[in-house]
């Protein structure tokens, strides 16, 4: 019978006919074939997220940087300071993830439908969850700082990435960031922002036990940045989060010296503890050790108390306790006296800090 209407259908509706023919001759796409025909949705993207009645502003650049292979950038207009480069973006039309920390618990996380101009989908931040629709304004902001890769000759590292910042100025004080596994999130977000305002910075994964070899390879790395074009060789400095400030203390004890040295979180509870981080004060690399008030991974108090007798009371070293600040120097989200949510934001006084004492030295 089906077949009959087919045939009555062709034969009195010859337009008819013609259309069948098409999608005939169109059935055999796949839809993954489809796909990829469609662009990949890169530009600027603009939208609200809300919780508990509180609304905050969220902006996406998504740019296309090899074929089928996107760059994602999340920032937060009214919180400067907790932008991120995604650690993974992946887009399978019409769907769309980015994941602020790779194989990682915690951060955020997008997942959205590409809907014509529009993102749909919800945002994952820790524990909270909002939802929400974002429409495209046009094409992805420029970065703010362009990107370089270099080799360090007789060390494994053949791809670094250096972050230059995008401006005249012949030269700019440069960071090397020592990142074990577990802070490359706030190792990568820190050389972006730090981009951004006049800093050269680079990202160097390495294993967080502390030996003389990998301190010597970290040594080779600073050198390797001091001769870079662009860098202030008299201005180059490294940064180390948790138990990679031990290496930065092993490494700054290398040739050549640092300029100065940034530590987070720096375990100095006991004299021995504080005694490793002796040769910067012994070396007279200005230091800026931050703690965070509400880190439970380390014993603040005691730890800022030695380090600062291990540290002397040199000009431009400071060891400071940022207050209400988690180990990420955040200040969490919490639900204020007046019932109104308040979304995470930078700890006061943080960045502020960083960039002025940077700036100084």
């Not at 915690?106 to 429409?135: H, K, M, N, P, Y």
């Not at 640092?258 to 981080?277: D, I, K, M």
């Not at 910067?280 to 008030?293: F, K």
């Not at 200040?331 to 943080?350: E, I, K, L, M, N």
């Amino acid at each position: 019978m089906n077949t009959l209407r087919s045939v009555c259908f062709a034969v009195c509706c010859p337009i008819g006919a013609a259309a069948l023919v098409l999608l005939a001759g169109c059935s055999g796409n796949t839809d993954s074939e489809a796909a990829a025909t469609v662009p990949p949705p890169t530009g600027h993207y603009e939208g609200p997220i809300s919780y508990q009645g509180a609304e905050l502003r969220v902006a996406l650049e998504l740019r296309e940087i090899s074929p089928g292979k996107l760059q994602a950038e999340v920032s937060f207009p009214q919180l400067p300071g907790l932008e991120f480069e995604a650690a993974r973006t992946s887009y399978q039309a019409p769907q769309l993830r980015l994941e602020q920390l790779a194989a990682q618990q915690g951060g955020i996380t997008v997942q959205a439908v590409r809907e014509g101009d529009f993102l749909r989908g919800v945002l994952r931040w820790d524990s909270l969850q909002a939802d929400f629709v974002w429409v495209r304004r046009g094409e992805a902001a420029a970065r703010g700082f362009r990107e370089q890769v270099f080799a360090v000759p007789g060390t494994g590292f053949r791809r670094l990435r250096l972050l230059l910042p995008d401006d005249t100025l012949p030269q700019h004080p440069a960071l090397v960031l020592l990142a074990p596994p577990p802070t490359v999130a706030a190792a990568g977000s820190r050389a972006v922002y730090l981009a951004r305002r006049g800093f050269v910075t680079v990202v160097v994964p390495v294993a967080a036990a502390s030996d003389s070899a990998t301190a010597q390879t970290t040594a080779a790395v600073l050198a390797t940045v001091r001769r870079q074009v662009g860098v202030d060789s008299s201005r180059v400095g490294y940064w180390g989060r948790g138990p990679a400030t031990v290496l930065v203390a092993a490494a700054a004890g290398q040739l050549p010296q640092p300029g100065f040295v940034v530590l987070e979180g720096a375990s100095a509870a006991t004299r021995a503890e504080a005694q490793l981080y002796q040769v910067l004060s012994q070396q007279r690399i200005p230091t800026l050790s931050l703690y965070a008030s509400l880190d439970t991974t380390v014993q603040v108090q005691a730890s800022a108390r030695r380090l600062r007798t291990a540290l002397g009371y040199r000009k431009g070293t400071q060891v400071r306790i940022i207050p209400q600040a988690t180990a990420d120097f955040l200040q969490p989200g919490r639900t204020r006296s007046d019932g109104q949510w308040q979304w995470p934001q930078p700890a006061a006084g943080y960045w502020p800090g960083l960039t002025e004492w940077l700036g100084q030295r």
